[in-house]
């Protein structure tokens, strides 16, 4: 079930938020881990199974690290705990990956299990890791009700794509959350502000992608709007759908960190992943690249700290090549940037600084929507016309007058100037007014297009 779809906006959401508010505070987070089940369920019956047996897991092993006395003992704890999630993640998220380039250098060739991957199984994982490090280092309490820590393991409005949700930062909400109708007001708003980013642009820029990928004449400027379009795509989809998790989040009386900060006026490729989903950097960051030593070890290390981060954040996103070399493309220009590349973009002109960070982040979006190299490299020449590439062609002039619009708002709407415009003093009557209609408005809409079985895709679906 995805949130842009009829179930969830006029059947699933009211019914739980309707059983949600009349039952007692003390029966609130029962009602949200059996929803969030159900919502799982709907997509994929199966795999309910495998997550309780992952919550069962991680809440055991929780206890046992709490109650060892002796540190050896709850760093063993910790180790089989985290070992258990992630042989779980690697069978069915990466096997297939492994058996296929171990078939590479085998003559006797190994058969692939040709298993389903479990939607969002990184991302609860991720968190149940996360929680057990946090209960081994004393950060948080362990938490004693398997229904609490059922319910923030599971919770449906950022169990499919995120934000990753720290334990840390929900584990007084999982007692007590406040609830009132501002609070709710807000949450709806910016449910309504992801839903139109979601269905309005990034799945009409997704249309656009899937035409450039079936066409065969292609050209120069095609190959742009193709580039531009695929990364303004990427932003709107997964931004979008961060922005309904948060709104859903504050409508059960729940606090989720922000997700994107607008990634595309970075001035640079260090700053772009600041912005850009926080909630995963912040993740390798804290988990992975300070426990071995950040910055503060010799350059050597720290280059191999720096380089198996992102080859795991690439591996994070898919068990495929090209995800693997999109992290290994990321992890070199931070290194270029942290060397020396940042001192000179911190002196150029404003502008300058910006477009070299699109450019590299545009380029990147080829690499992690590519399906093979012959096609990422044939990508990347064509925006500069290699390979006897025309300029122009009806067509791509055709889909250039089509997606203009388009094209407008989302680079517009990629940056701040609608917030500042709108959230100015001089507009706050303006806004109370016309805000109601403005939100109507886009959710008419957007219903209108997922009604009409408009193109729906998901691609943190993979994830």
Known sequence: MVFSSITFLFYF???????????????????????????????EPKYVLLMIVSIVSTYVFGLFIARSKERKFRKLFLILAIT????????????????????LWLVKKIDL???????GISFYTFQMISYLVDVYRGDVEVQKSIIKLATYVSLFPQLIAGPIVRYGMIEEQLENRKYNFEKFAIGVRRFIIGLGKKVMIANVLAQLVKNFVGCYDKTVIYYWMYAIANMLQIYFDFSGYSDMAIGLGKMFGFEFLENFNYPYIARSITDFWRRWHISLSSWFRDYIYIPLGGNRVSKIKWLRNVMLVWLLTGLWHGAEWNFVIWGIYFGIILIIEKLFLNIYLEKMPKILSKIYTLFVVMISFIIFSGTDKYQIICNIKGLFGIGNVGVISQESLYYFKSYFVVFVIAIVGATPKFKKIFGSDKMHGVVNILEPVFLLTIFIISVSYIIDGSFNPFLYFRF
Not at 84 to 103: A, H
């Open 13 to 43: 959401l009211p019914v739980v938020l309707l059983i949600y508010y009349i039952v007692p505070n003390k029966f609130k987070n029962i009602v949200l881990l059996i929803s969030s089940f159900i919502f799982y369920a709907y997509g």
């Open 84 to 103: 258990n999630s992630l042989v779980t993640l690697i069978y069915f998220k990466y096997m297939d990956f492994i058996i296929e380039n171990m078939n």
């Open 113 to 119: 299990i040709n298993v389903v991957l479990p939607i």
